[in-house]
């Protein structure tokens, strides 16, 4: 994958990650975090199914494919320090070409908080060309 394509890759899913992001609606954040509340840290998997779905279309809309499951199952991904306290959850996948080439490392960082529940942002969105 070229460098502008890949370019092409993180810009285009970053702004489908983002508009769904805007299109969660307060009572939709205010029940997530009502089932934080109740089911603790699982609850962040509402939001990130929504993310997820939006992820698989935008890739398969660019003619692209994961070479495994996508997301990954959770013990396969890493959290890091985010900013203002926050954590970012790392998943990872590889894409393929439709000649079944690898030609990307797709990362996405769910940003969110362990002490109450929060998405502050859509998640972010790294491209590394293969």
Known sequence: MSEPI??????TLQDALNRAYEAITPDEW?????????????AYGQAGSIFDRVTRYTIRSLKLRFEQRFPPPFEQTRETPGPDGGRVRWYEGVLMDADGRRVARLKLGYHHRHDRFEVPRAPEVVVESL
Request: charged fraction near 30%; glycine fraction near 10%.
């Open 30 to 42: 205010e029940a997530m975090a009502v089932l934080r509340d109740r089911a603790g840290d699982s």
């Open 6 to 11: 890949a370019a092409r890759l993180a810009g």
